[in-house]
């Protein structure tokens, strides 16, 4: 796995020595702040973004001078809507996986017990509770206020917009900013990066990465987050996740990618 970590030696600084876990947290976390501020001073390009997707209208009569109408039409497909809730419990399911492999592992005494396994599942677990679990649904969700596309007026809603970063909207609960579902397809993407079993690489990696590129791209489409609220879901997860990882591997002295069983 040596060649996988090559590029963090080549960095400048101090970043070229550090462990590849800690290395990629930092620059995630920088990331996912750079790209707050981008959307922030920026909000046209949500705006563009959510365009893309609405099919503008013809207001009723007693609609408000003025007013936009209209809807995202492909919000109403129904086989999306069925992948859609596929996507959506899928973090869940595997979240239950990793608690079964967790049993499994510490049944082991001795020397069939392994502790490198043990730590790596313990993080995705840990990592799937505390970013699309808490700080994401329990937390920013619900202290963004930051109203939905398909919510505001700019869409046929009757709220108004504020850009990512901006905490003064009128949404009272379950807000656009972050993207739930993208925040636990930014999981099931490291979940297949580093916690599929080796025997199932090929089979499962491929379409489970699909799917969490599927889902943000699918609550875009809805008009039920702007592009800031799916990128920043998603990346939230990874930065998380790496930083879990880190923190419960960094006693080892081998890859956190080495085959898992």
Known sequence: MQQHHQWLEKLPGRF????????AFIL?????????VVFYLFPGVDLAASRAFFHQAACSGDAPAGS????????????LGLLREAIFYLPII?????IYRL????????ATYDKALASRLLAGLVALIIGPGLLVNSVLKEIS????PRNTDLFGGDLTFVPAGDFSGACQSNCSFVSGEAAGAGWLFCYAIFLVPERFRILLMPPLIALSLASPAMRLAYGGHYLSDIILGWL?????????LYIFTRKEHVSPLRETT
């Open 103 to 110: 049993i499994i592992v510490w049944s082991h005494h001795g």
């Open 145 to 148: 206020h930051r109203p939905r």
């Open 16 to 23: 070229g020595t550090m462990r590849p876990l800690k290395a």
């Open 236 to 244: 939230a997860s990874l930065v998380i996740f790496t930083g879990c």
């Open 94 to 98: 595997l979240g239950l996986t990793l």
């Open 28 to 36: 995630l976390l920088a990331l996912w702040c750079f790209l707050l």
């Open 68 to 79: 936009i109408c209209g809807s995202f039409p492909i919000s109403g497909d129904a086989v």
